[in-house]
């Protein structure tokens, strides 16, 4: 009988993660997004201009795919946007206060992000305190900490030039003259795939879409969910980490007051992607076309001169339409 309840749980677990045509239709957009832009104006479907865009998509990206991962048990995390500031900052601490190697410094970041995933994982899986109350503390307390130990001061990474490089150097310009892509775009889509592969490979990938489309019975066939649950949190915070040491290494230095509001960016980015908020259902592919939905958006309302605040309506409005068709999927299935 636990044999087949745990059959059942993958079966329904596989099929709702197929989002199929949720997937074609997020591409859909996107291209409609680019087709409509690019007519409006010259200036969108330029080399420069694209590359921007992958560039300003790179860091929201690789936060959704962390955010993702939680999304899908049915939980949430707004902690991502403070927890890669506080990373930032704690790599700036690291390399630049402590002098550290740079590799030792940006392995102590990502483990940073990492460890508020696992507070985060412990509070919601083991003290059974809803994911928003709990990720919400965690990003109050990742806020005032990334003030307190930078001293409210930006970090900079002048003093080693080579940490920049990490995301904005452009090697395979030197195999094709001309294309200068900055490694960041490849990072984030390197990281895309290798979380595609975990989710749609793994044990931690099986269970994430288990837990997120019957949580009782998936604790029922036998399986640790407290223990998944947390392992889940802490590969967000490893993500949200990761994000960080990209966005100080894109900067050049660790901001302690940025990262607030990115964590509605990336959840917006995850829902336009086809995830489900109700848990059980998504795909990084989704995710990664969600983030582009988002960069695209913003850039070609920018370049086409309209105002920030109804750059922020209009975006506001998308990500509504993107829940409620959800909405909709739900009650036909």
């Known amino acids: 009988m636990e044999l087949r309840l745990k059959q059942n749980v993958f079966r329904k677990s596989s099929l709702s993660g197929s989002g199929t045509m949720q997937k074609l239709l997020a591409f859909a957009s996107l291209v409609l997004l680019v087709l409509v832009f690019a007519l409006s104006s010259g200036n969108f479907f330029t080399f420069n201009n694209i590359i921007g865009i992958l560039i300003a998509t790179s860091v929201i990206g690789v936060l959704s795919l962390g955010s993702t991962f939680v999304i899908i048990t049915g939980g949430i995390d707004l902690s991502v946007g403070t927890v890669m500031t506080f990373s930032a900052v704690m790599t700036g601490v690291f390399i630049t206060n402590a002098g550290l190697p740079i590799p030792i410094g940006i392995i102590g970041g990502m483990l940073s992000g990492a460890a508020c995933g696992f507070v985060n994982g412990i509070v919601v899986s083991k003290m059974k305190m809803p994911p928003f109350i709990a990720t919400l503390a965690m990003m109050m307390i990742t806020a005032g900490l ?137 795909s990084m592919l989704g995710t990664v076309i969600g983030a582009l939905i988002m960069s695209v958006l913003t850039n070609g309302l920018q370049i086409l001169s309209v105002p920030q605040q109804w750059q922020t309506v209009i975006i506001g409005l998308v990500v509504l339409l993107a829940v409620y068709a959800d909405i909709l999927r739900r009650r036909k299935a």
């Open 146 to 282: 990334s003030l307190v130990i930078s001293g409210t001061r930006p970090i900079y990474f002048t003093d080693t030039p080579a940490f920049h490089d990490i995301a904005m150097s452009t090697p395979i310009a030197h195999l094709i003259p001309g294309f200068k892509v900055p490694n960041t775009v490849f990072i984030f889509f390197g990281l895309a795939i290798i979380a595609g592969l975990v989710l749609a490979k793994t044990v931690l990938g099986r269970y994430n879409y288990a837990i997120g489309s019957n949580e009782e019975a998936t604790r029922l066939s036998g399986i640790n969910v407290a223990y998944w649950k947390i392992a889940i949190y802490v590969t967000t915070g490893l993500f949200s980490g990761i994000a960080g040491v990209l966005m100080a290494s894109r900067l050049n230095s660790a901001q302690p007051a940025l990262g607030q509001g990115y964590e509605l960016q990336a959840i917006a980015a995850v829902v336009i992607g086809g995830t489900s908020l109700s848990g059980g259902q998504g």
